[in-house]
């Protein structure tokens, strides 16, 4: 499917999509978070889009936000989607578990959740994953401090 | 983890076990949580962070050119496959025009990183069912290899060959011959490979049947490289999304449909004959050229997200860089194949023995560092 | 019931003049008990070595060439290095039988050397019911290792033990029955009568096609009986780390590692004995000089060592249940059916005499 | 059938995994891969690119190409170099000058990049082929790279 075909397929089933191709070899899709559950099994089952594989699944802190990148691909018709969701809740965010759709997604979830404090509902398992459980705070975001360990160039 | 939380969750037959973080068969600080039953595993656990460096934060206060040496350190045994990765991202974004010479140059040590990554873990498959001489043999091998790339990238294990636009220095004047010397040399030990352990009866019945993935399974848990084409996916980034001189080169996608510990098994056995004809196909002809494209000294990527896949010997390597402009990207992330090989185990090793779960990880070529990153 | 080579003859008689019967016996029985273990301590010291030198030579390696010339003295620098070490063990174990598992592994190894005729005069205890006493007395050291594994209070020690259990127990039978095959043949027990019989020609050419499947199966069980590769669920380093000895460190650990290497000899030693003639020269060329078998008693068991060796250094290891669908599927009624054709063969004179 | 033909054909299997190890085991004395390493010392040559360590080099005059343009410690990813410089007057042209005080050279912080020789313009730092790097004390790790007493060659900045 092309870019155009899967943009018009997937805007028609949310009006609150936003897409976009600049900057990026993939299309990219914004979905809100409370519609991500849903539109993330649509994207799988639908028989067009039939995009089965997660290969890449990113958290990142947009600064004020904190967001989480899925780059999908269909094992069929070879064409990737970038899905892109966000949160401004940085005390408490939550957002949905995709895990129940693509397994992978057990592992990347907590990863997220370990680096950026993502806590994803419907996890089975949502605990630190490579840091400590006592650690405090969330690495990757971009306002952690660690003054011992990390040395700023 | 505390006990007591453990124990009430418990049948009263099953207990725990620690396997790792210094075991013998985890290959590095890999910590996995085994629930048994006797000898019959009911749960495994992996528990990571041992060797984590945090590259991902590192790499948002490197410039390009030093990233490529951090991921050196990632899936140590193909170096050279993730520098590569690196620098094709930059090069993308950057929209660079590289000389032929780099791209066949390029994708011939990837070859060989991943000949010798398979050879390693030839020899460490052996061990782990507990033929120890393979590990030797292997090794004897790797170390071909490994001269050659000390000889024209200067290290042994950690290359950074690669750099944003090309290639540090050129090759050096005996690498055709000592690769041609090589492969000479590999096709009559590959054989030898297979009478030693893949045909023997004892090896075969420990690893035929055992550890099964489906092909669903292997897609949804994003098992890429080896581990997705046993299960009959055709997962190749080499074939679907050719980086490099890739696309000039003919060879078949190793694929297995039994989806066991055998079937991973063959299909990297099988891969160290493609790439050794992937590499026969270009030794002769590489092109004449420059080595490298001048780049500017300080590297700013356009704003924009940027992602390379690439095939390193344990799958599907995905760099993915999303830029503001300046001289360090935003925010980089490593799609690691190690780590999501790693989230199936405990998927295909339930139900097995503790033997089957140490050929099975075996076959899964586990690198700690990869994983933890 | 000692042996009488012109030496010990001389001490036994010395020992009679100079103190009462019972005295003299007794004195006797631990000089010839030091004499064994001496030897056997240090036979089994140079077999590591062997072992290792061995495996380097399978391996493309050079092995240990350091210590001593050619590295002869690698393994006694080894052992006084573990004699020094301090022994460590876990806080909860139980005390009593950690400790006194390594001995149970020792001693039931040392007392089977004992009634091997490594010559013709040369053999310390000529039990009339030797083959009997060998099988009975190499399964006791499974106590020591069943002991060991479960006293140090350690899992993976545990699982080791448990596993080495239903192995030798399993592989008891094999030996047993493949010894019983060849006993039928000799129609005695007895280790000296055995060898008598195979001057017509070793037991393996005697019984020919039922033998040499008995010396197979026999070869196979008794790998597995000193749980070396590919059978070496016990300790399989890949799975269970060290296994039953994960918890022993200095001496103690040592005692369980000579052991391994004194029972690989010790199969070695039934087989020559019972398949190969023990000390009987090949055609009898050096029948002349008696003191001689006990370098064809050598050569022969090294051969057979060697070959223990090679399996080591080239299977993969077996998966516990695998190990047992070998033993109850394939050995035990193959052996079965074998011992009734050799009995055929034997009632009906079809064995092959010189 | 397939009971005995199992058998026949795991035995062969078997054997011929054995024939591939004693083909190794007869011929182990010229096949041994090991290198016995301290004493192979005076023949154990490492090639020409090999990454053992940075150096200096310097010529006969005891002078380096060393400008101190700093380039070199922009470029390391871990803080290895260290220049400490200063400004002299030359003795040419009587101008006020950058020079190098101490080329300072963490070893221990160093993975071996190359990436301070690939941007240097002068080339006056390059690769050493010792390996043999261990010491007592990590503080020997800290090196200084320019003799003492050595200054820049001349026309190196043109």
Same mark, same amino acid.
């Given at each position: 499917m092309t870019n155009q075909s899967l943009q018009e397929l997937i805007g028609s089933?949310?009006?609150?999509l936003e897409f976009n191709e600049e900057g990026s070899q993939y299309l990219n899709v914004s979905v809100p978070p409370e519609e991500l559950h849903a539109i993330m099994l649509n994207l799988k089952q639908n028989e067009q889009t039939s995009?089965?594989?997660?290969f890449c699944l990113s958290g990142v802190d947009w600064g004020e936000e904190l967001g989480v990148v899925y780059h999908l691909e269909s094992t069929e018709f070879r064409h990737s989607l970038v899905v892109k969701t966000q949160t401004s809740d940085r005390e408490n965010p939550i957002l949905d578990s995709v895990y129940d759709i693509w397994a992978t997604a057990e592992f990347h979830e907590r990863e997220v959740f370990d680096f950026f404090g993502i806590r994803f509902s419907n996890h089975p398992n949502l605990k630190r994953l490579f840091l400590?459980?006592?650690?405090?705070?969330?690495?990757?975001?971009?306002?952690y401090e660690d003054n011992i360990n990390m040395i700023i160039k | 983890m505390e006990t007591t939380t453990l124990n009430s969750n418990f049948k009263s037959e099953e207990y725990f076990i620690n396997?790792? #973080?210094?075991? #013998?068969?985890?290959?590095?600080v890999l910590r996995l949580l085994l629930t048994i039953d006797g000898e019959i595993i009911k749960k495994v656990e992996p528990d990571l962070g041992?060797?984590?460096?945090s590259i991902e934060k590192m790499c948002e206060r490197d410039s390009y050119q030093q990233i490529v040496h951090l991921?050196?350190?990632?899936?140590y045994l193909s170096a050279n496959i993730n520098n590569e990765a690196v620098c094709l991202t930059v090069e993308n974004a950057l929209q660079l025009e590289i000389p032929d010479r780099v791209k066949v140059i390029r994708t011939i040590i990837g070859e060989l990183t991943r000949i010798s990554s398979h050879c390693l873990w030839w020899g460490v498959m052996g061990m782990d069912v507990g033929a120890l001489t393979t590990y030797f043999y292997g090794f004897r091998d790797r170390e071909l290899l490994n001269d050659i790339f000390e000889e024209t +990238?200067?290290?042994?294990?950690?290359?950074?060959?690669?750099?944003p636009g090309g290639l540090m220095f050129d090759i050096h004047p005996n690498f055709v011959k000592r690769v041609k010397d090589f492969i000479a040399h590999f096709k009559t030990k590959l054989p030898e490979y297979d009478r030693l352990l893949t045909d023997n009866i004892i090896f075969q019945k420990r690893t035929k049947g055992v550890g099964i993935l489906s092909k669903e399974d292997a897609i949804s848990f994003g098992a890429s490289g080896p581990v997705g084409r046993a299960s009959g996916?055709? +997962?190749?980034v080499r074939k679907h999304h050719p980086y490099s001189a890739l696309d000039k080169v003919t060879f078949n996608?190793?694929?297995?449909?039994?989806?066991d510990t055998f079937a991973r098994y063959s299909v990297r056995i099988q891969e160290m004959w493609e790439s050794l004809s992937i590499v026969e196909q270009l030794i002769d002809n590489i #092109?004449?050229?420059?080595?490298r494209v001048t780049t500017k000294a300080v590297i700013k990527l356009p704003k924009g997200e940027f992602y390379q896949k690439v095939e390193t010997a344990r799958g599907e390597l995905g760099v993915y860089i999303i830029s503001?402009?300046?001289?360090? #990207?935003y925010r980089l992330k490593f799609r690691s194949p190690g780590f999501s090989n790693l989230s199936l185990l405990n998927h295909i090793a339930v139900g097995g023995k503790i033997g089957d779960l140490v050929a099975t990880m075996a076959t899964l070529d586990l690198v700690i560092p990869d994983i933890d990153r | 019931m000692n042996s009488a080579l012109s030496i010990t003859k001389n001490i036994h008689d010395w020992l009679y003049e100079i103190m009462p019967e019972g005295v003299a016996n007794i004195v006797e029985m631990v000089l010839i008990a030091l004499v064994y273990l001496g030897i056997f301590a240090i036979a089994g010291l140079f077999l590591v070595l062997l072992e290792r030198r061995v495996a380097a030579w399978f391996q493309l390696r050079i092995g240990p060439?350091?210590?001593g010339f050619k590295g002869l003295l690698q393994t006694m620098a080894d052992a006084i290095k573990l004699l020094s070490k301090e022994l460590t063990g876990t806080e909860k174990a139980d005390k009593l039988l950690y400790n006194l598992a390594p001995y149970f592994v020792i001693i039931s190894s040392l007392m089977a050397l004992? @009634?091997? %005729? =490594?010559?013709?005069?040369?053999?310390?205890f000529d039990i009339n019911i030797g083959i009997f006493f060998l099988i009975a007395i190499s399964s006791i050291g499974v106590i020591g290792i069943l002991l060991g594994g479960w006293s140090s209070n350690n899992k993976f020690a545990m699982i080791g033990a448990m596993r080495s259990g239903v192995q030798t127990i399993s592989y008891e039978l094999s030996i047993g029955l493949s010894l019983l095959t060849m006993v039928i043949i000799t129609g005695s027990l007895q280790l000296s009568e055995i060898v008598e019989v195979q001057k017509s020609g070793w037991l393996i050419v005697q019984g020919h096609i039922p033998a040499v499947i008995a010396f197979m199966i026999y070869m196979i069980a008794g790998t597995a009986e000193t749980n070396r590769? %590919? =059978?070496?669920m016990v300790e399989a380093e890949s799975e269970?780390?060290?296994? =039953?000895?994960?918890e022993y460190s200095g001496m103690k650990f040592a005692y369980f590692f000579l052991a391994e290497f004194i029972n690989m000899f010790i199969i070695a030693a039934i087989a020559t004995t019972v398949? =190969?003639?023990?000390w009987l020269s090949p055609f009898g060329?050096?029948?002349?000089? %008696? @003191?001689l078998g006990v370098f064809w008693f050598l050569l022969k068991t090294l051969i057979l060592v060697f070959l223990m060796m090679w399996f080591r250094w080239t299977f993969p290891r077996l998966r516990v249940d695998q190990l047992l669908t070998l033993e109850w599927k394939y050995l035990l009624p193959i052996n079965l059916v074998n011992i009734v054709i050799m009995a055929l063969l034997v009632w009906h004179n079809l064995t092959i005499s010189f | 059938m397939s009971y005995f033909s199992d058998i026949y054909n795991g035995i062969k299997t078997l054997l011929t995994g054995m024939s591939v190890t004693g083909k190794y085991f007869l011929t182990s004395r010229k096949g041994a891969i090991t290198q016995q390493y301290p004493d192979n010392r005076e023949t154990l040559k490492m090639f020409?690119?090999?990454? *053992?360590e940075v150096i200096m080099p310097h010529d006969e005059n005891n002078e380096? !190409?060393?400008? *101190?343009?700093q380039k070199c410690e922009i470029a390391c990813p871990n803080g290895t170099i260290e220049i400490i410089w200063d400004r002299g007057i030359d003795e040419n042209t009587g101008k006020k000058k950058k020079k190098i005080d101490q080329f300072v050279y963490h070893l221990s912080m160093c993975?071996?990049?190359?990436l301070c020789i690939d941007v240097c313009p002068t080339d006056a730092i390059e690769w050493g082929?010792?390996?043999?790097?261990?010491?007592?004390? !990590?503080?020997?790790?800290?090196?200084?790279l320019n003799n003492p007493g050595s200054k820049l060659q001349a026309g190196v900045e043109d």
């Open positions: 089933w949310s009006p609150n995009l089965d594989y997660l400590t459980d006592e650690w405090e705070g969330f690495p990757l975001r971009k306002d | 396997m790792g #973080p210094q075991h #013998p068969a985890t290959h590095g041992y060797i984590h460096r991921t050196d350190r990632m899936d +990238c200067g290290a042994r294990l950690t290359m950074n060959y690669n750099v996916y055709s +997962c190749d996608e190793a694929l297995k449909t039994e989806g #092109p004449e050229g420059e080595h503001t402009g300046t001289k360090s #990207p | 060439n350091r210590v004992s @009634v091997f %005729p =490594f010559t013709r005069e040369f053999q310390a590769a %590919p =059978f070496d269970l780390g060290a296994g =039953f000895h994960t398949f =190969f003639g023990a060329i050096t029948e002349s000089i %008696p @003191v | 020409d690119r090999f990454r *053992g380096h !190409r060393c400008t *101190g343009c993975t071996m990049c190359g082929q010792n390996f043999e790097n261990s010491v007592y004390d !990590r503080t020997a790790l800290t090196r200084v």
